[in-house]
């Protein structure tokens, strides 16, 4: 299994622009993340999804941020307009219901930059 | 000028010597803790998990121990490599699929 995969590695755009974050979770697993890294903050939720219907989304910081999964296979993590305190390491992780264990399985990320 | 932003705590260790990390978690009610490695410019790796009905449980070369008197959590590593040089996070979760990180210890093993 290629594990979970991320796009873009890296991100650099100005204030004010759209930003899309991909992920594709591993297949067969049910439930999806997505995680902010800062120094300031270390790592946060902002949501997760089960069968790709979210079901949490209070970690995310205003609505500029939307996250979607269409399908099993696929989510997207947007930020409308993107401002420079959005300048984190953006991650997706996935998991399978599993009795007894359910730690995750986290992307690469995604480095986004905002200048 | 000052810095900013998380302080992690910071472990040295020789070598060859064992490593001990720990962590204080939040929430008694948290039934399930996982350890997870994250290597510069990667994702955090689980390392092993331990659910509260346990008090220790046992990886290779790693041992997890829960103490939830205190509320307290830790890391063995044994015989500590190089490649064990990364920020390890422990993390909690009470009945539910969200996972709360702590703020991750810095590794360094010194040849």
């Known amino acids: 299994d290629a594990g979970v995969i991320q796009s873009p590695r890296h991100e650099v755009t100005e204030m004010g622009q759209e930003v899309t974050l991909r992920c594709k979770p591993i297949s067969g697993h049910d439930y999806l993340f997505w995680y902010r890294q800062t120094m300031m903050r270390g790592l946060e939720l902002l949501i997760y999804?089960?069968?790709?219907?979210?079901?949490?989304d209070s970690g995310m910081p205003e609505d500029r941020f939307s996250a979607k999964m269409p399908n099993a296979s696929f989510s997207t993590l947007k930020i409308q307009p993107s401002e420079p305190r959005d300048s984190a390491v953006y991650f997706c992780?996935?998991?399978?219901?599993?009795?007894?264990?359910?730690?995750?399985?986290f992307g690469s990320g995604t480095r986004l930059t905002v200048v | 000028g000052e810095s900013v932003g998380l302080h992690l705590p910071t472990l040295s260790v020789q070598e060859g010597d064992n490593s001990i990390i720990n962590c204080a978690y939040s929430?008694?009610?948290?039934?399930?803790f996982i350890w997870y490695k994250q290597e510069s410019g990667k994702g955090p790796q689980f390392i092993i998990d331990?659910?509260?009905?346990?008090d220790k449980r046992q990886g290779q070369r790693v041992t997890v121990l829960l103490n939830k008197t205190v509320k307290h959590l830790s890391l063995q590593i044994a015989a500590t490599q190089p490649g064990d040089s990364a920020v390890y996070f422990c993390?909690?979760?009470?009945?539910?699929?969200?996972?709360?990180f702590g703020a991750g210890t810095t590794v360094t093993v010194r040849a």
């Open positions: 999804f089960n069968n790709n219907v979210p079901i949490d």
């Open positions: 929430n008694s009610a948290s039934d399930y």
């Open positions: 331990i659910r509260s009905n346990m």
């Open positions: 992780a996935s998991s399978r219901t599993q009795q007894g264990n359910y730690g995750y399985t």
């Open positions: 993390a909690e979760s009470y009945n539910d699929y969200k996972l709360s």
